[in-house]
């Protein structure tokens, strides 16, 4: 499926990781997520709902993202994934890409993260 809808760069600080200063001071975690679903009807028809809210897709992403503390980035994106899927029934797949650029890395980098993929009905 070619047609998507998506977020950008979405900012959100939280207190997931492994190390007791990851939790108890939090950090910024950046999040791209991307759905995929038919936007044809949305498109011909000019009606929001036949198609999927962006701003609803971002408050949802949000919400899942800062429901509960994490140690794993990916647990974290999983449960962005799952949430989408769940309370849009019209997203076929989505994907979730979390970055955290202040990773307790002992090196110089731009960001470090992970990217996910999940269809519905498949995981």
Known sequence: MSDRI???????????GLLPEEAALGQRFALDVTAHLDLRRAGDTDDLEKGVSYAEVTE???AAFTARRWNLIEAAAEAVANS???????????????RKPGAPIDAIFATVGVAITRRRGRG
């Open 6 to 16: 998506f977020v950008r760069d979405l900012q959100v600080v939280a207190r997931h």
């Open 60 to 62: 949802a992403a949000l």
């Open 84 to 98: 989408l899927l769940e309370r849009f029934p019209r997203i076929e797949i989505v994907e979730v890409e979390v």
